[in-house]
C-alpha cells in the first residue's frame, strides 16, 4: 500500500495548468470516440468480408465489454478500495476540475478496455506503427488516471491484465471460428525446418 501510495502521490504531485488540461482531455472517453471510428474503418479496409468483420467488431465489443463489467460490474463493488481521491489516509491528492469520480477504484476500467481494445487490434492489424500508438494511447489513458489521483498504480496493472487477457481470448475465438488462414498467420511447421534441403 505504502508504494502504491507513494508512486500515486508523485504522479499527482509533479504537475501544472497545462498537464492538468492535457491530462484531463486524455481521460476523457469523448475525446478517443475518432480513434474508434478509424480503427473500424481499418478492419474494414483490412477484411472487407462482412461477416469476418461483423464477427470482429462484436469480439471487440465482448472484449471491451467483459473488461467493463469485470472491473466496474464486479470487482469494485467486491473489493471496495477507495479511489485515492476518497481514501483518508493518504495526503490530499491534488484534484483536477474538482474530480473525485467513484467511490471504489479497484481496479481500473480505463486500463482494462483501453487494453483490450488496443491489444486485440494489434494481434488483428499486424503492423509495427499501428501497434507502437495503441500502446501509447494506453499508456497514456493510464498515466492520466494516475495524475488525476483516480487509481493507485495497483489499480493500473489489475486493469491491464484484465483488458489482456480478454483480448487474448477474443483474438483466439477469433482465430478459432472467424479469421481467414494466409501463409501471414501460419506458423512453420517444425517438420519443414528440420526437414534435409535437396537430394542426399
Known amino acids: 500500500m505504502n508504494l502504491d501510495a507513494d508512486i500515486l502521490l508523485w504522479i499527482n504531485g509533479h504537475g501544472n495548468a497545462w498537464l492538468d488540461g492535457f491530462m484531463w482531455t486524455v481521460s476523457r472517453s469523448k475525446t478517443w470516440i475518432w480513434l474508434y471510428v478509424?480503427?473500424?474503418?481499418?478492419?474494414?479496409?483490412?477484411?472487407?468480408n462482412w461477416k469476418t468483420?461483423?464477427?470482429?467488431?462484436?469480439?471487440?465489443?465482448?472484449?471491451?465489454?467483459?473488461s467493463d463489467f469485470t472491473t466496474s460490474g464486479i470487482l469494485k463493488p467486491l473489493v471496495c478500495?477507495?479511489?485515492?481521491?476518497?481514501?483518508?489516509?493518504?495526503?490530499?491528492?491534488?484534484?483536477v476540475h474538482g474530480y473525485m469520480g467513484g467511490l471504489y477504484g479497484f481496479c481500473s476500467s480505463h486500463a482494462a478496455n483501453t487494453m483490450s481494445c488496443g491489444l486485440l487490434f494489434s494481434?488483428?492489424?499486424?503492423?509495427?506503427?499501428?501497434t507502437a500508438c495503441l500502446m501509447t494511447w494506453?499508456?497514456?489513458?493510464?498515466?492520466?488516471?494516475?495524475?488525476?489521483?483516480a487509481h493507485y498504480p495497483g489499480d493500473i496493472l489489475a486493469g491491464l491484465l484484465i483488458g489482456s487477457c480478454y483480448a487474448?481470448?477474443?483474438?483466439?475465438?477469433?482465430?478459432?471460428?472467424?479469421?481467414?488462414?494466409?501463409a501471414s498467420?501460419?506458423?512453420?511447421?517444425?517438420?519443414?525446418?528440420?526437414?534435409?534441403q535437396g537430394g542426399s
Do not use: Q
Not at 468483420?53 to 467483459?66: D, E, Q
Not at 494481434?123 to 499501428?130: N, Q
Open 38 to 48: 478509424v480503427l473500424v474503418g481499418l478492419v474494414i479496409y483490412k477484411f472487407r
Open 53 to 66: 468483420v461483423l464477427l470482429i467488431l462484436l469480439a471487440f465489443g465482448a472484449a471491451i465489454g467483459l
Open 81 to 95: 478500495r477507495l479511489r485515492p481521491t476518497h481514501e483518508p489516509a493518504i495526503d490530499p491528492i491534488r484534484l
Open 123 to 130: 494481434l488483428l492489424y499486424r503492423k509495427k506503427t499501428a
Open 138 to 149: 494506453v499508456a497514456l489513458n493510464c498515466y492520466s488516471r494516475m495524475y488525476l489521483g
Open 168 to 182: 487474448l481470448l477474443a483474438y483466439w475465438a477469433l482465430r478459432r471460428w472467424a479469421l481467414p488462414k494466409p
Open 185 to 196: 498467420y501460419d506458423l512453420p511447421h517444425v517438420a519443414d525446418a528440420v526437414a534435409p
